[in-house]
């Protein structure tokens, strides 16, 4: 691609790139931070709720005509959820608002924030969240923080909602 100018990464990641190559061909690198916050944490929330609310199962209930094993599905409930969210980034402070409005008890982890609200360790934010979101790209720091006995301290019933980024 000779007439390659410039590569521009939709995000902030650039985990995806080749920058050693880019640096090697004078192709400058250019990220758009912010992006995806606006569609990314409504539709976080939107799976959160669905999962907390119940509303696969009981629709499909519906679907199949078994309408009268509704009743057998406890939906939970907002008020008094712990959703943990891992980075406390751009998405991760805007999902936290809506939370806090419900009556939730927001938990958060993030090492590189330090005056994050809700701010646990790792540990106990899987063993007290009824949800956990992620929403950190998968690079070497990041790599295997969500391992088997991490996901064996969560609560049983409890979700996790993965929203980074893939590896390349």
Same mark, same amino acid.
């Given at each position: 691609?000779?007439?390659?100018?410039?590569?521009a990464?939709?995000?902030?990641?650039?985990?995806?790139?080749?920058?050693?190559?880019?640096?090697?061909c004078?192709?400058?690198?250019?990220? @758009?931070?912010?992006?995806? @916050?606006? !569609?990314? !944490?409504?539709? @976080?929330?939107?799976?959160?709720?669905?999962?907390?609310k119940?509303?696969?199962?009981?629709?499909?209930?519906?679907?199949?005509?078994?309408?009268?094993?509704?009743?057998?599905v406890?939906?939970?409930?907002?008020?008094?959820?712990?959703?943990?969210?891992?980075?406390y980034?751009?998405?991760?402070?805007?999902?936290?608002?809506?939370?806090?409005?419900?009556?939730?008890?927001?938990?958060?982890f993030?090492?590189?924030?330090?005056?994050?609200?809700?701010?646990?360790?790792?540990?106990?934010? !899987?063993?007290?969240?009824d949800?956990?979101s992620?929403?950190?790209?998968?690079? !070497?720091?990041?790599?295997?923080?969500?391992?088997?006995?991490?996901?064996?301290r969560?609560?049983?019933?409890?979700?996790?909602?993965?929203?980074?980024?893939?590896?390349?």
């Amino acid at each position: 691609m000779p007439a390659l100018r410039v590569i521009a990464r939709n995000g902030v990641g650039v985990e995806k790139v080749d920058l050693v190559n880019a640096e090697q061909c004078g192709i400058p690198v250019v990220v @758009t931070p912010g992006t995806g @916050t606006h !569609a990314v !944490a409504p539709g @976080t929330i939107a799976m959160a709720l669905g999962l907390l609310k119940r509303h696969r199962v009981t629709t499909e209930l519906v679907r199949e005509g078994r309408w009268a094993e509704r009743s057998a599905v406890v939906p939970g409930d907002l008020e008094g959820a712990v959703p943990g969210i891992i980075d406390y980034g751009r998405i991760g402070r805007r999902l936290a608002r809506p939370g806090n409005a419900f009556g939730m008890e927001v938990l958060t982890f993030d090492p590189y924030v330090t005056d994050a609200p809700g701010q646990v360790d790792l540990d106990q934010l !899987a063993a007290r969240a009824d949800m956990i979101s992620l929403h950190l790209p998968l690079i !070497a720091e990041t790599h295997g923080l969500v391992h088997g006995a991490l996901l064996a301290r969560m609560q049983p019933g409890s979700a996790l909602i993965n929203c980074g980024l893939p590896r390349a």
